[in-house]
Antibody, heavy 119, light 110 residues
Framework: QLQLQESGPGLVKPSETLSLTCTVS??????????WAWIRQPPGKGLEWIGS???????YYNSPFKSRVTISVDTSKNQFSVKVSSVTAADTAVYYC???????????WGQGTLVIVSS | QSALTQPPSASGSPGQSVTISCTGS?????????VSWYQQHPGKAPKLMIY???QRPSGVPDRFSGSKSGNTASLTVSGLQAEDEAEYYC??????????FGTGTRVTVL
């Protein structure tokens, strides 16, 4: 059974870079049928797509994040990662790593990790 | 893009039906049959309930159904059960690798 697990610091200072990694187990990140995406959810608010990556390295970003987000993949480790630069309190959220099919049909989710931006 | 509009809340008694709407525009919901629905219980990750407007993944009860008319997609939960009480979100493709999320609807089982 596919499992996704987020890892990374739970506390980041304003203006610094938030970095998270998702480790995929029970399946290959090199699947030709899937994409790998980051979704976030600020406390008490709705879901927000950050961006997606294909195993080949092709990336797709949500417009509001394009200037400060980088998503990368490491097929040798079966991992993908996200970096969000110049964070502010507005970036405080639960960050989920996910597997998607076409058109952002999200069929698997990590448990989510809360990242708080605070000095 | 603007978020898709969902009612903040909906409710029904056990055994009844509840329908949640997800209203967008001709650039998203109305323009594509790529609408999916997710159920989220408090403190948990969301779960896929419907994709491609009306397709149900394996393991999702047939009490959940989806439809679309014009710029509005809908999720209907028939035969409400206590475990259906959750937040529900819609997502629609909006062209050019863009996606729009719904505002979320809290379903309460009375």
């Amino acid at each position: 059974q596919l499992q996704l697990q987020e890892s990374g610091p739970g506390l980041v200072k304003p203006s610094e870079t938030l970095s998270l990694t998702c480790t995929v187990s029970g399946g290959s990140i090199s699947s030709s049928s899937h994409y790998w995406a980051w979704i976030r959810q600020p406390p008490g608010k709705g879901l927000e797509w950050i961006g997606s990556i294909y195993y080949s390295g092709n990336t797709y970003y949500n417009s509001p994040f394009k200037s400060r987000v980088t998503i990368s993949v490491d097929t040798s480790k079966n991992q993908f990662s996200v970096k969000v630069s110049s964070v502010t309190a507005a970036d405080t959220a639960v960050y989920y790593c996910t597997r998607t099919g076409s058109y952002l049909v999200i069929d698997s989710w990590g448990q989510g990790t809360l990242v708080i931006v605070s000095s | 893009q603007s978020a898709l509009t969902q009612p903040p809340s909906a409710s029904g008694s056990p055994g009844q039906s509840v329908t949640i709407s997800c209203t967008g525009s001709s650039s998203d919901v109305g323009g594509y049959n790529h609408v999916s629905w997710y159920q989220q219980h408090p403190g948990k990750a969301p779960k896929l309930m419907i994709y491609e407007v009306s397709q149900r993944p394996s393991g999702v009860p047939d009490r959940f159904s989806g439809s679309k008319s014009g710029n509005t997609a809908s999720l209907t939960v028939s035969g409400l059960q206590a475990e259906d009480e959750a937040e529900y979100y819609c997502i629609s493709y909006a062209g050019g690798n863009n996606y729009v999320f719904g505002t979320g609807t809290r379903v309460t089982v009375l």
